[in-house]
């Protein structure tokens, strides 16, 4: 089966049975600061597990577009270097939100598997938590494997969390045994031995971490599955590298074509490439820019590392721009942002590409100069791997690489220590956040959010469900609402809250998940009268930046027309008295006559 088609028939078995196709969230998470890529099929659905937010569709099944690179420099060196290690994947996922749970998980997953996808039954295992009484006997009443297959193990193998608190549970993964003998397979083997791949993994979500770290069974049951394309793919083609399925090998065969180099005589750097070229033709699509912070730091270690990869196969000029119609084309079907951002990501990859080149022979003499000083197990200081970064754009992993290939080492702490000297900056906005401290809530009434009326009303009759106080001020949170809350780069209404003798100066409106909190000066003595307030948004305020609003809709309409669909928005502010407008373009802006 071609990747393709294993990803159609995923979507399609759980169509069938009632599950509703969402389309994969952007890499560039929506409204989730915590992280910086979408990491997991599960990110877009965490405010239902978080109780925070109601389904649209008790049962959901997608494709979702992942990445996964942290913090840590060390985290891209498996990458390439083995056969299943990835920045980018795609997970193949079903859930239910309080609908089915164990039952039909287990005898679905077993279904696709063995039936519609006919894998050897006599090659799988599955392993459940060793609590988890329930989930094995399901395995052995609604399916036919053998019971010596299904294994118990502990929390760390067989205990999902999404973190120290919040939802968590029990899961059951499938394991599938790529050894060419199958006499030689034992239980032994799995979660020790490399040739039993995990292939699938059914996370029962039915308990809630507290913060004193025990357990409390949730109001519902959830079922959150997930499943990696790429590996899926290796099986049902019967290979045992990722890289020689279909999802890369069309990127390969042009590498091998550009550099005249054999991919099986040097297999490291094509596979480097061939990861990284998909993680930057991705996220780039969904909005990520390289840049010298956070996300965009990321890209640009990614895009350089891949860089430097092409020098290993004599590829000395800028070449990775030009794999990008490949990838667009091996994947938009699937995904058909791919094809419309086709030439802004080419042209992104390509400017970025041709900067780095213009300091990497610099810097690579530099880097040389510093490994020639010292003997063989030495190690290059913090400061001196500092310096290669911020004068020769070189990601500290990169410098690591070509010491490494020297036997020399680098002082990650001490590039550390050197990064946080210049990034401690006397900047801060003044401006409440929300998640700036522990608020400290006073409940007035049980009911739940708000309800936004503002596009009909600019003043309402109002009762406060609670409230906390800050420093030279409250945050009130109200049953219904005439202010519109900060939202997309468009700040806040203003105007005032009053009852009984009380009058309160609304001076910013914030939202958190469903809940708009209204950020208020002045003072209160007695909350009591707050079950009947007037809301009032002052009217100027909101004409004002609603016509601002507007500009900004044809200001980008005229960069557009004028410059071309290269041009990208990359954010914007929505000022009563201003407006900002942020783009990219990677070619001089001339002035236009």
Request: hydrophobic fraction near 35%; proline fraction near 3%; charge should be negative.
């Amino acid at each position: 089966m071609k990747s393709s088609e294993i990803r159609k028939s995923f979507i399609e078995f759980f169509q069938k049975k009632d599950h509703k196709f969402i389309r994969s969230a952007p890499v560039v998470p929506i409204g989730d600061p915590t992280l910086l890529f979408t990491n997991a099929g599960m990110n877009q659905f965490k405010p239902i597990f978080l109780d925070e937010s109601k389904p649209e569709h008790v049962r959901a099944v997608n494709s979702q577009k992942c990445i996964r690179v942290s913090g840590k420099h060390n985290d891209l060196e498996e990458v390439g270097i083995d056969t299943f290690h990835h920045t980018f994947f795609e997970m193949l996922g079903n859930w239910s939100f309080g609908d089915y749970y164990k039952k039909d998980a287990i005898k679905w997953a077993w279904e696709l598997l063995t039936d519609v996808w006919g894998l050897d039954k006599n090659r799988l295992w599955v392993t459940v938590y060793k609590e988890d009484q329930e989930a094995y006997e399901l395995w052995l009443s609604q399916t036919d494997i053998e019971e010596d297959r299904v294994l118990w193990f502990g929390k760390k193998e067989n205990f999902w969390e999404m973190g120290e608190t919040g939802p968590c549970g029990p899961c059951s993964e499938i394991h599938y045994y790529i050894g060419e003998n199958i006499a030689n397979q034992s239980s032994e083997g799995v979660n020790i031995d490399a040739q039993y791949w995990e292939l699938w993994n059914l996370v029962f979500i039915q308990n809630e971490r507290l913060a004193d770290g025990s357990l409390v069974q949730l109001s519902q049951s959830h079922v959150d599955t997930g499943a990696g394309l790429e590996r899926i793919t290796s099986v049902l083609q019967n290979k045992t590298s990722n890289y020689e399925t279909d999802l890369f090998q069309p990127v390969i065969k042009e590498l091998e074509s550009k550099s005249k180099i054999k991919y099986v005589d040097n297999p490291v750097p094509f596979q480097v490439i061939a990861d990284h070229i998909r993680m930057l033709c991705f996220s780039i699509a969904d909005g990520a820019l390289p840049s010298n912070e956070g996300r965009g730091y990321v890209l640009r270690r990614i895009l350089r590392r891949a860089s430097r990869f092409g020098r290993v196969l004599k590829l000395e000029e800028p070449f990775l721009h030009k794999l990008v119609p490949s990838l667009c084309e091996l994947m938009s079907e699937a995904y058909p942002e791919l094809m419309e951002k086709s030439t802004h990501i080419k042209l992104v990859i390509g400017t970025e590409e041709t900067l780095f080149n213009q300091t990497l022979g610099r810097g690579i003499n530099h880097l040389e100069k510093l490994i020639d000083k010292l003997d063989s197990g030495s190690t290059i200081s913090g400061e001196d791997a500092f310096k290669l970064y911020d004068t020769y754009g070189f990601p500290i992993d990169l410098t690591q690489l070509i010491a490494r290939e020297n036997d020399i080492k680098v002082d990650e702490d001490g590039f550390d220590s050197e990064m946080s000297k210049q990034k401690k900056k006397a900047r801060q906005s003044g401006k409440f956040k929300l998640k700036d401290k522990n608020i400290n809530w006073v409940t007035l009434s049980s009911e739940k959010d708000s309800e936004f009326v503002g596009y009909e009303y600019l003043k309402t009759s109002s009762r406060v469900l609670k409230y906390a106080e800050i420093e030279n001020g409250f945050i009130i949170v109200l049953d219904k609402t005439p202010f519109y809350a900060e939202s997309g780069g468009q700040v806040g209404d203003i105007g005032s809250i009053s009852f009984d003798g009380v009058d309160l100066t609304v001076i910013d409106v914030q939202k958190q998940n469903e809940m708009i909190v209204h950020l208020c000066k002045g003072e209160v003595s007695n909350w009591s009268k707050a079950t009947s307030v007037k809301c009032l948004v002052d009217e100027d305020h909101r004409n004002n930046v609603k016509r601002n609003h507007t500009a900004t809709h044809l200001l980008h309409a005229a960069l557009k027309s004028v410059l071309g669909d290269q041009v990208q928005q990359a954010g914007s502010l929505v000022h009563p008295n201003y407006l900002r407008f942020d783009l990219t373009y990677f070619e001089k802006i001339s002035k236009y006559k």
